[in-house]
């Protein structure tokens, strides 16, 4: 008879597999077993933490809760976390956010703040006083003479690529880097450039550099 629930020693220490194809109820009664079986004398030390693997279902906070608590009253163990090969409907949203390019033909006005998930492209330009925010990469065909905010919830991989003009300012998670002093005035409106982060620090370099220190942006696979 297949049993509901194991208890295996991995190289990632102890887990316990739970049937996707058991009820809540199955599952709790062949744990309690399980463990009851196994009990080792009293131990007032710290407990072990393992990991739940629940296959191709999801568990409520309800029957978490319910299983680890069984875990903790009948062993040495208590849950370290619950792993699961379905995806929740928030974890797929913020997959498709992460994974996507948001891309919109505008003009960015001052006083204006646009705000994206995930990658952005912008066609179109940023007026001074006008900000664009990503929690990814951002990309801009046109003037950027605003602000340019990438990874603004602390990603220091995003990059920026676009036409920094002044009085433009780049933004890479908590990092800076400001085109608003008079040194910048005369920049020819025609480079296109890439912002990123090196050394803690924001650089300001040729286009081309970006598929070399991020290879990942790019999917082709040809050329130098």
């Not at 009820?23 to 196994?38: A, P, V």
């Not at 330009?125 to 929690?135: A, M, V």
């Not at 995003?158 to 933004?171: E, I, N, T």
């Amino acid at each position: 008879m297949k049993k509901n629930v194991q208890m295996k020693g991995t190289k990632d220490g102890i887990q316990i597999f739970l049937s996707d194809t058991a009820s809540i109820q199955e599952l709790k009664t062949e744990l309690i077993s399980l463990l009851e079986e196994q009990k080792p004398a009293p131990y007032s030390g710290e407990k072990l933490a393992v990991q739940v693997q629940i296959g191709n279902r999801l568990f409520s906070e309800e029957e978490e809760a319910e299983i680890a608590n069984i875990i903790i009253q009948n062993s040495q163990m208590k849950i370290g976390a619950f792993y699961s090969n379905v995806m929740t409907k928030a974890d797929a949203k913020k997959w498709k956010e992460a994974d996507q390019i948001y891309s919109l033909a505008t003009i960015i006005r001052s006083g204006q703040i646009v705000q994206v998930k995930g990658d952005v492209l912008l066609i179109g330009d940023i007026n001074p006083g006008g900000q664009i925010r990503s929690s990814g990469n951002i990309f801009v065909l046109g003037h950027i003479k605003g602000i340019v905010h990438a990874g603004f919830e602390g990603n220091k991989e995003a990059v920026v690529a676009g036409k920094f003009l002044y009085p433009s300012q780049v933004r890479i998670a908590d990092k800076f880097f400001g085109f608003d002093s008079e040194d910048y005035k005369e920049v020819a409106d025609t480079e296109l450039f890439s912002a990123f982060i090196n050394q803690d620090e924001i650089v300001i370099d040729d286009i081309h550099k970006i598929r070399k220190i991020r290879p990942e942006i790019s999917n082709y696979e040809g050329g130098r």
